[in-house]
């Protein structure tokens, strides 16, 4: 499997960008993906996560009611709808994906693919 992630970009706090995620390959078993993202010092830490099913989405608390995960399985492809950004929102974005259920899909390891991120930038 094969991810491509774009829409990064610089924003200004409180706009809004939306970043996609492109899956190719070995796609029809996908069970999750996910978003995480990592700024410069940090871990990578978990932002959101989708079943393949589109039946449920995960969240971490900080981008609670701000950020929305979004699959369209015919393209292949998960978005990140990020609203009312804040100036804690930059980092390098990155997507991933698993063909296993795992109950737990907030860690790096429970995900076998990832994308190569793409920076996104809050300026306040």
């Known amino acids: 499997v094969q991810l491509q992630a774009s829409g990064g970009g610089l924003v200004q706090a409180g706009g809004s960008l939306r970043l996609s995620c492109a899956a190719s390959?070995?796609?029809?078993?996908?069970?999750?993906m996910g978003w995480f993202r990592q700024a410069p010092g940090k871990e990578r830490e978990f932002v959101a996560a989708?079943?393949?099913?589109?039946?449920?989405?995960y969240y971490a608390d900080s981008v609670k009611g701000r950020f929305t995960i979004s699959r369209d399985n015919a393209k292949n492809t998960v978005y990140l709808q990020m609203d009312s950004l804040k100036p804690e929102d930059t980092a390098v974005y990155y997507c991933?994906?698993?063909?296993?259920?795992?109950?737990?899909?907030?860690?790096?390891?429970?995900?076998?693919?990832w994308g190569q991120g793409t920076l996104v930038t809050v300026s306040s």
């Open positions: 989708i079943r393949w099913s589109g039946l449920s989405t």
């Open positions: 991933a994906a698993d063909h296993a259920y795992r109950v737990v899909i907030t860690t790096p390891g429970a995900y076998d693919y």
């Open positions: 390959g070995r796609t029809f078993s996908l069970n999750t």
